[in-house]
């Protein structure tokens, strides 16, 4: 959700005070789903997607020696009531010579507005060549996208828009990857990891969710013994919606550290740190610099993530 939450609509003003001016922005846009001409896209936005592809493409299952369970929690704009939170959960497991099986677990909310979901992936990969691999990956699960308007603080009680909370209640929903890979680290992917809209029945009226596709390619340039960069780039594409990237680079030295450097288009820079705790253990973490309208009143947001390895074999970066 987060950064990545677009609408077109008429507006319609209403008289209510919010601690944080985010709250009423994401009120405001809200209001459009009642009786208003819109268009909608809730879609989660973190950092550390090189980190957890999985998140993004289901394609990802199984395509590493190692298997593992990845837990990120992302908290954007931090100081702002309503603010962005973000938590996922993935587990990744290999399941033979070619196949993949694997699990994410998804918690997104902004303002009254929250996202959650929970799937089951699967995937094969086929060799091509001596240096080529395809992978394909399919996704199904369960989804809810839920506003809270009980949650909202209003100047003057009483306004019928206000008083019960609306859900899409839990529909199934699918989705799909592809990964190509070669063996010296280059990568590319394309992948909707939700291909089914929410849908609040009745209660939409204009409103149409938009759907996400995804492209990520990167590789990795190994500059001495003790340090190997990964460079990346993640695209995002929906209809009426501006296209959004992300532009990476994270030095990996001496098997132990990562530093890294981001840039997302018209919304942030950011710093990203990583550790290897144990053989088992990696930790990473993320800080952004907003460069939106919004930075003239926040500067933070946060991004750690967790990973631990099942077997003996340990990799800081997607292959």
Same mark, same amino acid.
């Given at each position: 959700m987060?950064?990545?939450?677009?609408?077109?609509?008429?507006?319609?003003?209403?008289?209510?005070?919010?601690?944080?001016?985010?709250?009423?922005?994401?009120?405001?846009?809200?209001?459009?789903?009642?009786?208003?001409?819109?268009k909608g896209q809730i879609e989660t936005m973190y950092s550390l997607y090189r980190f957890n592809p999985q998140i993004v493409t289901p394609?990802?299952?199984?395509?590493?020696?190692?298997?593992?369970?990845?837990?990120?929690?992302?908290?954007?704009?931090?100081?702002?009531?309503?603010?962005?939170?973000?938590?996922?959960?993935?587990?990744?497991?290999?399941?033979?010579?070619?196949?993949g099986?694997?699990?994410v677990a998804l918690m997104d909310q902004a303002g009254p507005i929250k996202a959650t979901t929970i799937s089951?992936?699967?995937? /094969?990969?086929?060799? &091509?060549?001596? *240096?080529?691999?395809? +992978?394909?990956? =399919?996704?199904?699960?369960? !989804?809810?996208?839920?506003?809270?308007?009980?949650?909202?603080?209003?100047?003057?009680?009483g306004d019928e828009n206000f008083q019960e909370d609306i859900s899409s209640g839990l529909k199934f929903n699918t989705g799909w990857g592809l990964r190509f890979s070669k063996g010296d680290g280059l990568f590319l992917s394309i992948s909707q990891p939700r291909v089914l809209k929410y849908d609040f029945g009745a209660l939409s009226g204009?409103?149409?969710?938009?759907?996400? /596709?995804?492209?990520? &390619?990167?590789? *990795?340039?190994?500059? +001495?013994?003790? =340090?190997?960069?990964?460079? !990346?780039?993640?695209?995002?594409?929906?209809?009426?919606?501006p296209l959004s990237y992300d532009l990476n680079v994270n030095s990996h030295i001496r098997d132990k550290f990562d530093v890294g450097f981001s840039y997302r288009k018209a919304d942030s820079y950011g710093i990203r740190l990583g550790f290897q705790a144990t053989k088992n253990l990696y930790a990473g973490y993320v800080y952004e610099l907003p460069i939106s309208?919004?930075?003239?009143?926040?500067?933070?947001?946060?991004?750690?993530? &967790?990973?631990?390895?099942?077997?003996?074999?340990?990799?800081?970066?997607?292959?």
């Open positions: 987060n950064t990545n939450l677009n609408y077109h609509y008429k507006t319609k003003s209403i008289n209510m005070s919010f601690p944080g001016m985010l709250m009423a922005i994401l009120v405001a846009l809200l209001l459009s789903f009642i009786s208003h001409e819109s394609a990802h299952a199984g395509s590493m020696d190692v298997s593992d369970i990845t837990v990120i929690n992302r908290r954007q704009w931090t100081g702002f009531e309503g603010a962005p939170v973000t938590f996922a959960a993935s587990l990744n497991q290999k399941w033979g010579e070619n196949k099986i694997g699990v089951a992936d699967f995937a /094969y990969h086929v060799p &091509l060549s001596d *240096k080529w691999t395809m +992978s394909g990956g =399919i996704r199904g699960g369960f !989804s809810n996208l839920t506003i809270e308007w009980s949650s909202i603080r209003l100047t003057h009680g204009a409103y149409k969710d938009v759907d996400y /596709y995804y492209t990520m &390619l990167g590789t *990795k340039v190994k500059l +001495s013994s003790q =340090i190997t960069l990964y460079p !990346s780039a993640m695209v995002r594409v929906a209809t009426d919606v309208a919004i930075s003239k009143v926040t500067t933070q947001t946060h991004e750690i993530a &967790l990973r631990f390895t099942f077997n003996k074999k340990s990799s800081l970066e997607t292959k």
